[in-house]
């Protein structure tokens, strides 16, 4: 199993960016979580948005109505837009997957991590 992620950049505040992850090795299938981490230096992974097999999602408080998570399973491709961006969601952002049909809370439970991609948000 193998997650790539691309579409990390700089922008300024206000601007939107949209991440995508490829998966090859299996497929999103409806017996899969996928979801968004980041990580800031000197702080501990969290979870961004995940999205479900059935398509259900969840968000951070920090993100809910700025963020949208959702996927292709034709494409096999995992998406997060992210508008009104703010400095501190300047981070490492990685996607992950699990099987299960309920989708963990802790980070530990995640089987497969992508290598991740950097979002810089200035003011």
């Known amino acids: 199993v193998r997650l790539v992620e691309s579409g990390g950049g700089s922008v300024q505040a206000g601007g939107s960016l949209r991440l995508s992850c490829a998966a090859s090795?299996?497929?999103?299938?409806?017996?899969?979580?996928v979801a968004w981490f980041r990580q800031a230096p000197d702080q501990e992974r969290e979870e961004v948005a995940v999205?479900?097999?059935?398509?259900?999602?969840r968000y951070a408080d920090s993100v809910k109505g700025r963020f949208t998570i959702s996927k292709d399973n034709a494409k096999n491709t995992l998406y997060l837009q992210m508008n009104s961006l703010k400095p501190e969601d300047t981070a490492m952002y990685y996607c992950?997957?699990?099987?299960?049909?309920?989708?963990?809370?802790?980070?530990?439970?995640?089987?497969?991590w992508g290598q991740g991609t950097q979002v810089t948000v200035s003011s």
């Open positions: 992950a997957a699990v099987r299960a049909s309920s989708c963990p809370f802790r980070l530990t439970s995640w089987g497969y």
């Open positions: 090795g299996y497929t999103y299938r409806s017996y899969y979580c």
């Open positions: 999205i479900g097999g059935a398509g259900r999602t």
